[in-house]
Structures are given as C-alpha cells and as structure tokens.
C-alpha cells in the first residue's frame, strides 16, 4: 500500500487497533419523545441517529400500500457537516438515495411485516459525524430504535464492515482505512440464525479470500450484538424501574 | 411545521389559563422552559452546539471554509446559512417536505444577521477582495416541540461562541505572489466576539395576552406571533409578524416591550453558561446524545 501504511508489522492498524477488534460503540435508546422509536449510537467516531415513525396508515397515496405486508420507507440523510469537506444537501444525492435503498432491504428482511398488512413503517437515519462505516452505524442504530418502536422482528440486525489489507482482513473500518481504497464489505447479519440480510463488495478481491473477510465481518457483526443486546437490556431495566414494574 | 389536533375545549383550557398567567406546564407568561445547552458535539467541525428546549432539539454545526470575498464587500467575510428540516423530526418533512421551513428559517437568520454589529465580519478577511473565510452555518432540527427560531438562535450564538478559526498569515514574497501560511499551533485561532449576536424571542398572541416560548399546544391556540431580535443590551434589531391572524399596533408594542426584556435576561443567562462550560475547558465530560 502506497503511502500510508495501514497494517504494521506488529498487526497494529493506524489507530492502535488489531485486526479484527471494533472501535468503542456507545448506544442510547430512546433519544426523542415524540417518536415512536429513536436511538443514537456512537461507533469510534461516526455518529448516527435514527428515528422510527409506525407502523402507521399509508401516508400520500394509497396505491402504495401492500395487501399482505407493511411497506418498510426508508431515508437516509447525512448532516451537511458530518463530513471533512462540507456537503452541500443532506439528502436526495445518490449516494443517500443508494443507502435509503440498502437499508430498506435490510429492514424488509428482518422485520416481520406480515403483521401490519396496509400499513407503513418509516425509518429515517441521520449520520450526525462521518467517519467510516456509515452504513454500519445507520444499521445499528436503526435497529435499536426499531426495537425502542416495539415492531416484532426476526432477530436483531447487525452490520460492520470489514477490508482487506496486506493478505488481512480488517473489521470495522475506519475513514482512512476506507479512503485508502483497498476492497470494502458491508455485511447486514441476522446473528441468531447466521443469516445474512445484506451484503455489499466493492473493489476487487481474489475469490480465496472472500471467506475470511466475510468470516471477518461476521464475527465483527455478532461482537456488535453483543453490545446491542447489553444496551437493550440495560434500556428494559430501566424504563421498567420508571414504570414500577 | 408539526402540529398537533387540538379539540375546542383543549383551546379554551389554554386560552383561559393564559388569561391567569398561569399555562399548563406550571410557567407563566414570560418564562422560558428549562433550556439544556452544550457545545463541541461534533469534533469535525470548527464549532459546534446542541440545544434543547422542552422537546425541541436543535443541533448546529459551524465549519470554516476559505473563498474569496463578495464583490461589494471586498474586506469582509461572510456567513452562510443552511437549514435542514429533518425527517427524525417528523415525517412531513421527508423528501422535499422541509425545504419550504428551512428556506424561510435561513431567511429569517441572514435577515438578523444583516447588520454591522452583530458579528465582526472583518476580523474574517484574509487578504482582501482575495481570500477570506466563509463560516457555513448548518442547522439540524432533530425534533420540534414548539419555538423553532428562539431555539435556533440560541443554538447559532452557542455555535459561533465555540467556533475556532484557524490563524493564517499571508506571505508575499519579492515576486507579489501571494502564498497562506497556516498556524503549525493548532490551539493558535481566532474566536469570534458573540456579545452582540441577536437572539430572537418569539411571542405568542393567545387571547388577550402574550406568552414567550410556546409549545406546540400554544402555538395552535395562536393566530399571530411576533419575532423580535434583542440584542444582550436590548436593543431591536429585526422584527417580523408571522402567522395567519392580524396584531394591533397597540399589543405589538406592548409585545416588543416583553421581548426586550425577556430577551436580556436570556442573554445573560445564555452567557454565563456557555462561560461557565468554556472554563471547564477539556477536561469536560461530553455528554452530547448519550445523557
């Protein structure tokens, strides 16, 4: 790798990482009263919120609507600072549109919309600080605030990323890492089942290698569940304390 | 905007408990809900704050960017205001739902931000009618629960108070040509002088009387409100009528009245916690949106 050196020889990464290790995720369930759902997680550095509205009646026209399940709406936005250069809109470019799509498909798997026929769910993310793993974070974060809304699910969805440096595969990415250019994984993981709900590669990368990257990703993916389950719980503990239960 | 369906014996409850000076949340009239201020929430930017006010939750992000002056004002920077009418606030604003908002929110920022005093726009020039610092003002709304503008506003002036500047210097060598050196010190930066930026105090006509910060029950009770800018010594310095209803010359002056003082008296608490904050310095524990 030209330049920047993101592996050393001591298996340590440009941010004091080992290979497969995480950055710190700090969650919170919860965030916003007025909607149904809302989380707020922190993974390094990148910072997203996500709010879920529903399921509700079909908003605008009616024709959308689904005779046997809910119609899963998704948006993605980035704040016009979240990023090191500044963005001029925070949505409707085709990258935002690109994730609204991917999230979408994500959420259709795991969510259990053949409880809420004729009706709607909309989940809407918003990357407050962009510093790698987008995608990632707007999944964990959707997820929460999916469970904070109480829609059933099929199982939690975590996602990370991972790449491929020096016959290596990195988990959980980080702005450099991603800027260097090397191959990219996102990997959306339905974790009790080991089913995968999204898989996105970018950049070539040789066939052999394909299952420890994935293998990589995976494991990455079911540390974050672990942290999201420990958030969940500690959330139930305490609302149910409010509650008097 | 998010509203919300009030039946008419709700309305009447309000309006009558306005008459009282007493509104349903306890306060009276001229009182502000409990307002939550920190600053320096998102490190990628030059500045930062978040604000939140009853349930209205507002985060701004300052960030510098070099370009040249405008032509009528070769030796001044300028700022740049964007709002973003999110969808977390609510789902009316998803897509191009929040453009028509923002644009008018942005609108009404440049418009009190339209005068000489309120931020020295100098002390942004770099080299004149070359280089100069443009400061991108991007307001987030992440959820509404009444009183937009004087939220923002005082998310604005605790953004600008926290924006640090880059210092650069400007080499000429024997040639003329001009080459921007950049501080190696990244502590060494210009601060803004926030003494004099405008907060808007927003009154709302509700019968016979006025509130400040109204809720979101308020406003729909409301027919006409007042924006007015103070300055933290009280003085004027924009004004707009909004809403769908008419004022009365009379109640307008007795409205300006109210938001002059009331509008001192946010300044200063405004100021003292945002000193109070700086001083802590970074030894700070962040809470951001984890508290």
Redesign the interface.
């Known amino acids: 790798m030209a330049g920047l050196e993101l592996l050393s020889d001591q298996g340590y990464r440009v941010d004091g990482r080992r290979a497969g290790e995480l950055r710190k995720i700090?969650?919170?369930m919860g965030?916003?009263?007025?909607?149904d759902g809302?989380a707020?997680i922190?993974q390094g550095?990148t910072?997203a919120?996500a709010?879920v509205?529903g399921p509700h009646e079909i908003?605008g026209s009616r024709a959308r609507a689904l005779p046997d399940r809910a119609l899963v709406?998704c948006?993605y936005?980035s704040?016009?600072?979240?990023?090191?250069e500044?963005k001029r809109r925070?949505?409707?470019d085709r990258k935002s549109c690109e994730m609204g799509l991917q999230l979408r498909q994500t959420f259709e798997a795991a969510i259990l919309t053949q409880l809420h026929p004729r009706s709607q769910i909309?989940i809407?993310v918003?990357v407050?600080?962009a510093?790698g793993g987008t995608y990632a974070a707007c999944v964990n974060a959707a997820t929460l605030a999916v469970l904070d809304a109480g829609i059933p699910m099929r199982d939690f969805v975590c996602a990370c990323s991972a790449g491929f440096v020096d016959n290596t595969a990195l988990a959980d990415l980080s702005h450099v890492e991603e800027a260097a250019g090397g191959p990219q994984l996102a990997l959306a993981l339905l974790p009790a089942s080991g089913q995968i709900a999204l898989l996105e590669m970018d950049a070539r990368l040789h066939e052999d290698h394909l299952e420890q990257v994935l293998e990589a990703a995976a494991r990455a993916a079911r540390d974050v569940h672990t942290l999201l389950d420990r958030v969940v719980r500690q959330h139930v503990r305490e609302a149910s304390i409010l509650l008097g239960d | 905007m998010a509203s919300v369906a009030l039946s008419e014996a709700e309305k009447v409850y309000i309006v009558h408990g306005v008459q009282e000076d007493l509104r349903v949340d306890g306060r009276g009239c001229e009182d502000y809900r409990y307002v939550e201020v920190e600053t320096d929430v998102v490190s990628n930017t030059s500045g930062s704050a978040r604000v939140k006010l009853g349930h209205t939750d507002i985060l701004v992000g300052v960030k510098a960017e070099m370009g040249t002056p405008k032509l009528e004002k070769p030796n001044e920077g300028y700022l740049e205001f964007f709002v973003d009418c999110s969808a977390n606030a609510t789902p009316e604003f998803e897509g191009r739902g929040g453009d028509d908002l923002g644009t008018e929110i942005a609108n009404t920022l440049y418009r009190i931000f339209n005068n000489k005093s309120s931020v020295d726009l100098q002390s942004l020039c770099i080299s004149p009618r070359e280089h100069c610092w443009i400061l991108y003002v991007d307001v987030l709304l992440l959820e509404c629960g009444g009183n937009l503008f004087d939220t923002i506003c005082i998310a604005v002036k605790a953004a600008l108070f926290n924006t640090r500047i880059p210092r650069v210097r400007v080499l000429e060598d024997e040639e003329g040509s001009k080459d921007i050196e950049l501080s190696d010190d990244p502590y060494d930066c210009i601060r803004l002088s926030v003494d004099n930026v405008p907060c808007i105090v927003t009154l709302c006509k509700i019968g016979y009387r006025h509130v400040v910060d109204a809720t979101l029950q308020e406003e729909a009770c409301s027919l006409a409100s007042l924006l007015v800018s103070v300055t933290s010594t009280g003085v004027v310095t924009c004004m707009r009528k909004v809403g769908k209803g008419s004022l009365d010359p009379e109640s307008i002056f007795e409205m300006m009245e109210t938001g002059k003082r009331v509008g001192k008296v946010l300044h200063a608490s405004l100021q003292s916690v945002l000193h109070k904050e700086e001083s802590l310095g970074p030894k700070r524990q962040k809470v951001g949106f984890l508290g």
């Open positions: 700090q969650a919170r965030v916003f009263a007025q909607a809302s707020y922190e550095n910072k919120l709010v509205y908003r709406n948006q936005s704040a016009t600072f979240s990023t090191g500044r925070p949505h409707g909309d809407y918003q407050l600080q510093d």
